[in-house]
């Protein structure tokens, strides 16, 4: 009787003294495991899943934001196609279907023909110039101008650096010869060519390689060295031409609900508008650094690099005007391609003093 009334009495003790130990457990846990999470956004990309450059741009931006914030702000970040399609993340942010998207505006032709200025325009801007324009001058207000119309916020979060003309199935080397080409050009660049004779056509970056493939294109234009590597159309595209005068560089922009903009707390604003502006930088560089190794690595796979001929690019150089002018159908593009073009013409005024007589004088 005593051993068992022993043992019962230290079962009690052994239950009782557990107990300030699991209240101090369950006291501490939230500290330790629960989420600090205050918002949570859902990102929609124009990108193939785990696409290098511009797609890793996309998750890039996600985790600075996140970092920022020390994770109150959590980006969850969805590639072409998984909720919704490459050209439906405009359609999907306005409406508030996603939180945001990361995409280039000249998709966006159709919702207001302002949107293009703010990704590529031929014989335009370098991407310096650009930055400029949006930072520096008023570029930025007028994009916010037209993203109201549509329920949405714009930022600038990237751009390709300089660019490829295009991949080409079969050589040409006039302008009677390149008129006979069916090629996937976006934007104005597409409607210059088209100019030229040229059957332009838009698809969505992942549609690209196979359309090639199986002959629905002759010819693509994409990005930078960088990118086009890494989609392959060496495989099917053994000429690749430059200088790509209808892209001179492509932007890449963040849009954002701007109703859920709006609702934001200041600090929050402020970390978002912060790391789109640290990724336009890091985006950038990181594309100069891997260009010429891209390039090297294009050459040992066979792809013959060839420059445009001149009367192609003299005739779309006499094209070029009257193509940008049809981008002004309204109050707010036409104010979108004015200052575009305002700023533009003050640096042509100072080009004995830029950049480019330094990078002659390189060439000597």
Not at 93 to 100: L, N
Not at 108 to 116: A, C, L, S
Not at 297 to 314: A, C, M, N, R, T
Not at 331 to 357: A, E, M, P
Request: net charge positive; aromatic share 12%; proline share 4%.
């Amino acid at each position: 009787m005593k051993s068992h009334k022993l043992k019962i009495n230290r079962r009690k003790f052994l239950k009782k003294s557990a107990l300030p130990l699991a209240i101090g457990a369950s006291l501490s846990l939230p500290k330790r495991v629960i989420a600090k999470t205050k918002l949570e956004l859902n990102m929609v990309t124009s990108w193939p899943a785990n696409f290098p450059g511009i797609g890793l741009g996309a998750s890039r931006l996600a985790n600075k934001i996140e970092k920022l914030s020390d994770n109150e702000i959590k980006i969850n970040v969805f590639s072409a196609g998984e909720l919704v399609p490459a050209f439906g993340v405009f359609d999907a942010t306005s409406s508030g279907t996603a939180d945001m998207y990361h995409s280039a505006e000249f998709y966006w032709t159709g919702k207001n023909k302002g949107y293009p200025f703010f990704a590529a325009v031929p014989f335009g801007m370098t991407a310096q110039e650009f930055n400029s324009w949006i930072y520096s001058q008023d570029g930025q207000i007028l994009w916010d101008e037209l993203g109201s119309k549509f329920n949405i916020k714009h930022f600038l979060v990237g751009n390709t650096g300089t660019t490829l003309f295009g991949w080409f199935k079969k050589e040409f080397n006039n302008l009677n010869d390149f008129s006979k080409i069916k090629i996937r050009s976006p934007g104005m660049g597409g409607d210059l060519l088209k100019t030229l004779g040229v059957t332009p056509v838009n698809l969505p970056g992942g549609e690209i390689l196979p359309s090639l493939t199986s002959g629905a294109i002759d010819a693509a234009d994409w990005s930078n060295p960088v990118m086009d590597l890494a989609f392959g159309f060496y495989k099917v595209a053994k000429y690749c031409y430059y200088p790509d005068f209808k892209k001179p560089t492509v932007s890449i922009s963040l849009g954002l609900n701007l109703s859920k903009w709006r609702d934001m707390s200041d600090n929050h604003k402020s970390i978002i508008s912060t790391a789109c502006q640290s990724e336009n930088q890091e985006m950038l560089s990181d594309f100069m650094n891997k260009e010429v190794i891209a390039i090297q690595k294009l050459k040992s796979l066979g792809v013959l690099f060839k420059k445009l001929p001149d009367e192609v690019i003299i005739e779309a150089a006499k094209n070029v005007e009257s193509v940008i002018n049809n981008y002004a159908n309204d109050d707010i593009s036409t104010k979108i391609r004015n200052s575009y073009f305002n700023s533009l013409n003050n640096r042509k005024s100072f080009s004995d003093f830029d950049i480019s007589n330094y990078l002659n004088l390189r060439k000597i």
